[in-house]
């Protein structure tokens, strides 16, 4: 695994507790490394390799982790708020303590968010460089046109120095609606704050509820109810990893 790190560090990576707590825990002889009674919150710690306890509990080291979560309404896209819920805190059996989700989702919108503590892949991942698609499925108030299509296309004027990027509207229903409601698909590259209500708000219609279903190769399971999460799988971390690697 990678390089060896300091046994304070190591417990506290692992939610063991507080840097302060862990050195508490060291001072009493809680803690051993390859069998002997760890005395230094200094002691250097290879990951994989040394094994480490908490009384009669092994500590295993995770260097990365993934989580794919359904984020429902209500909660905030940070790591931490004083007054509403994190998507953080929805990570339950998160092993580490440093997860953060991959860009924002607004409080108000569902769907698919990437949690991790990879930060060179949520780069790769946010970088309207890299044109990492991301779609939404939205009901919208109004009848979405073919004319929105084009100008999805053509890119919009949000009130930024830019236009938008190019996006791919796709109406999935329109006419037949009651009230004058169309549900759409909307896939865009970049990653304005409201961009989605604010590129609809251009051509005069308003988002009424938004939900995520996909970003680059990354697609929500439809098993996971809003608030649940799972971890990635093998080949959906691989998938994303060679997309950093081609861009
Ligand atoms: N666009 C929005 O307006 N809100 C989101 O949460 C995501 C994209």
């Known amino acids: 695994m990678g390089k060896a790190i300091r046994l304070d560090k190591y ?3 692992m939610k063991v507790g507080s840097r302060a707590e862990v050195k508490q825990l060291i001072r009493k002889g809680r803690i051993t490394v390859d069998d ?5 919150p200094e002691q250097k710690i290879e990951p994989g390799v040394s094994r480490v306890f908490l009384d009669r509990e092994e500590i295993g080291y995770v260097e990365k982790e993934y989580w794919m979560l359904n984020k429902p309404m209500g909660v905030v896209s940070a790591t931490e708020d004083k007054q509403f819920a994190t998507v953080v805190s929805l990570i339950k059996d998160a092993k580490r ?8 989702l607004d409080k108000d919108t569902e769907g ?5 503590n990879d930060g060179s892949l949520a780069h790769h991942l946010l970088s309207p460089k890299k044109h990492v698609d991301k779609t939404y499925f939205a009901r919208i108030e109004g009848i979405v046109t073919n004319e929105d299509v084009k100008a999805f296309e053509e890119g919009l004027d949000i009130g930024e120095e830019k236009k938008t990027m190019p996006a791919g509207l796709e109406i999935l229903e329109s006419e ?9 698909l909307v896939t ?3 990653g304005k704050f409201h961009q989605v209500k604010r590129m609809f708000e251009a051509v005069g219609k308003k988002v009424l509820f938004l939900r995520r279903i996909s970003m680059g190769p990354l697609v929500l399971d439809e098993r996971l109810k809003p608030g649940e999460a799972r971890k990635l799988t093998k080949e959906e971390i691989q998938l994303l990893k060679s997309l950093t690697r081609i861009s």
């Open 188 to 190: 865009i590259q970049e």
């Open 112 to 116: 698919l968010l990437l949690l991790t």
């Open 11 to 13: 417990l506290a990576d």
């Open 97 to 104: 303590k440093d997860l953060f989700p991959v860009g924002r």
């Open 176 to 184: 037949d609606l009651l009230e004058g409601q169309s549900k759409i």
């Open 36 to 40: 002997q009674p760890a005395t230094k």
